[in-house]
């Protein structure tokens, strides 16, 4: 049946997901925290930015507004970006597009830490979209796609879709996302010469110009879905691309502007600082299970386990993760170590790398009888890069903690698509 989309139904069941989510991470002393960089005084930027707040905190999130005046410049932004990513309660990072000089948009991004890029336009983060190893979406082509999931029995395996307007913000990701559930997929851009005819052969429309009336009535064919994700203002009032009235007459079915892709966007964006949260909690807890007393001080996991070197296992395994948002599963364990290295020089932590065992392991196999990493002359950090890890591998950095008299050992296979950092305990070292 032909109507209105609309956005509000479906961002207020994406919310209260949201909403327990964030209520789950309190529990173990997690609270997301969202920040946004506003530079220079858009108007409609200003408004996207306080409704990002109002929503935030409604689902019990912490929210950081930075607002930078409009003359500043890239080494400006970086540097607030660099200083609020030094924060460790923050888990989501944004800086509101556009920015007053956009020839600098993709060096700022790119400054964002992949781990807390919750607008997913990070190199690294549209990169893993591409080769499906991503963990969240951007929240604009998220909602379209909320959008087109909300309608029942709706598949999108071999819809003809057209997509106007190919920006890195709506269309390249959302062509990305639509042929990884197998639609056909065309692009439309300022060079496209036949963009009427397309998309009157088109199943899914979507468009994301900022541009009042780019898509009118005579450009649909009945029964198709119309998804608006552009904004502009006309007289102080807001308008998306398609011209919705007409659409409607047509046939077809269309989200509005205001109150259809907007409130879905601004959904999408707090889930995914909820699932970046998330992980952060995995990831500083992955390898922290039970074990003993870290020089007289016990300290307890959620499993009610005692932890060895807290803080620095917190740390090595932050060192992990960022080098495997940065280099990706596909990378070597000579890569691996490198950056590793890097790491560990970069952030002033003391290390050991390729240290020789004992004599008694002489007689192990080549590259058996040293060590990749011993850490602070704690923790020995052992890298594979295999398609899966087996017991042997276990036993193989048991052996080694045996052999230099350590507690703690950390095994990590960076061919995993979302790395698992495994602990490894030397019992007769304890």
């Known amino acids: 049946m032909p109507g209105l989309l609309k956005g509000k139904p479906i961002a207020e069941k994406i919310k209260e997901k949201t909403a327990e ?3 789950e991470l309190k529990t173990k002393g997690i609270t997301p925290k969202l920040a946004v960089i506003l530079v220079g005084e858009d108007k409609p930027s200003q408004t996207y930015v306080r409704k990002k707040g109002q929503a935030a905190e409604k689902v019990g999130m912490d929210f950081e507004l930075v607002e930078m005046p409009g003359d500043s410049s890239k080494a400006d932004i970086i540097y607030k970006i660099k200083k609020l990513q030094a924060d460790p309660q923050l888990t989501g990072l944004i800086v509101q597009l556009p920015l007053p000089e956009p020839l600098y948009t993709e060096d700022v991004l ?10 997913c336009l990070t190199n690294v983060n549209l990169g893993r979209l591409v080769m ?5 979406v951007p929240p604009t082509p998220g909602a379209v796609m909320s959008v087109l999931h909300s ?8 819809k003809n879709v057209v997509i106007i307007g190919v920006g890195a913000l709506v269309g390249k990701p959302l062509a990305i996302m639509m042929m990884n559930e197998r639609a056909s997929v065309t692009t439309c851009n300022s060079a496209t010469k036949d963009t009427k005819e397309k ?8 468009t994301g110009i900022g541009k009042k009336d780019i898509v009118r009535g005579d450009m649909v064919k009945s029964g198709a879905i119309v998804v608006d994700t552009g904004v502009c203002f006309v007289d102080d009032k807001m308008y998306g691309d398609v011209n919705v009235e007409e659409v409607l007459n047509a046939g077809a079915s269309v989200t509005p502007t205001p109150g259809g892709v907007g409130p879905i966007t601004v959904a999408r964006l707090l889930w995914n600082t909820a699932i970046c949260a998330e992980r952060c909690y995995d990831s500083n807890t992955q390898i922290l299970y039970e074990s003993t007393e870290n020089y007289g001080t ?11 070197f807290k803080n620095l296992s917190y740390k090595i395994n932050g060192l992990l993760f960022e080098i495997h948002n940065e280099l990706g599963r596909y990378c070597n364990e000579q890569q691996f170590c490198d ?7 970069e952030n002033k932590i003391n290390y050991e790398r390729e240290k020789i065992l004992p004599p008694s392991f002489e007689g192990e196999k080549d590259g058996r009888n040293r060590v990749d990493f011993l850490v602070e002359d704690k923790i020995i950090i052992e890298a594979k890069a295999k398609r899966y890890l087996t017991k042997e591998d276990y036993y193989q950095l048991q052996r080694y903690l045996k052999a230099l008299n350590k507690q703690l050992g950390v095994l990590v296979n960076f061919r995993d698509e979302r790395i698992t950092p495994k602990r490894v305990l030397n019992p007769d070292g304890i």
């Open 21 to 23: 989510k964030v209520a």
């Open 110 to 119: 790119n400054a964002i830490d992949p781990a807390v890029d919750v607008d």
């Open 132 to 136: 499906k190893t991503n963990y969240i």
């Open 151 to 158: 309608i029942d029995n709706y598949d999108l395996a071999g």
């Open 199 to 206: 998309c009157l052969t088109a199943d899914i429309i979507v």
């Open 298 to 308: 016990t300290y307890i996991n959620k499993n009610g386990e005692k932890l060895i």
């Open 339 to 345: 950056a590793l290295e890097n790491k560990l020089k």
